[in-house]
């Protein structure tokens, strides 16, 4: 199993490049947009996968271990091959990929060319609470996609989810107070989002006599 590779930038492309290791270049397929804006003699390390088919052994690298552990994650789901986990990681960024999947929000995945409506649905349910670990990284103030907004809306969610509320009603309670102009900081936010949630429930209450 190859996990990593360091070298000097031979060629590049669009989703890909080719990398100088011992006298040898090794094609590595990358999500198109981030890895492939390497340029040719630059230093490149990058954490891989090697996928071994019958007929072809393909190395996929990243540039983060938050990448590939999702990229390992998209894989293992039905019907997602490595092309697709590619294109996956080529349109999101690991935050936005847990922040989909935690919101129950299939829709980002079936922009994503080649996802359809079955499969983008399957990507949710299948990642589901397997990358807690990259929201918790967000709220923590350490945002895999380095939107410090994103890392604060992320940790009111978490604050609400603690206090008993849905995780998908909790961060759609943040998402609309954002866009009702609340504070962007994260105590002025959280009770923007408190005031929104209970005023949802007491108009549920009051609508149920």
Do not use: C, N, Y
């Amino acid at each position: 199993m190859i996990a990593s590779i360091q070298g000097r930038v031979l060629s590049a492309g669009t989703g890909w490049v080719v990398i100088g290791v011992g006298g040898i270049g090794l094609r590595v397929e990358v999500p198109s947009g981030r890895v492939a804006q390497a340029h040719v003699g630059d230093d490149l390390s990058l954490h891989t996968s090697l996928v071994v088919r019958e007929d072809s052994l393909t190395l996929f690298g990243f540039a983060t271990s938050e990448e590939i552990d999702v990229f390992s994650h998209l894989i293992a789901v039905s019907g997602v091959g490595p092309r697709s986990a590619l294109g996956v990681l080529s349109a999101l960024t690991p935050g936005e990929i847990a922040r989909a999947v935690s919101a129950d929000d299939e829709k980002p995945f079936r922009k994503v060319s080649g996802i359809g409506p079955k499969t983008a649905k399957l990507i949710v349910v299948s990642l589901a609470g397997k990358l807690a670990g990259l929201e918790l990284a967000a709220a923590d103030g350490a945002p895999v996609d380095a939107d410090p907004e994103t890392a604060v809306a992320e940790a009111v969610r978490d604050g609400l989810v603690g206090l008993g509320w849905g995780e998908s009603d909790a961060w759609q309670a943040v998402q609309d107070a954002r866009d009702a102009g609340a504070p962007a900081d994260s105590a002025g936010l959280l009770r923007a989002t408190l005031a929104l949630l209970q005023g949802s429930r007491s108009g549920a209450r009051g609508g149920s006599r």
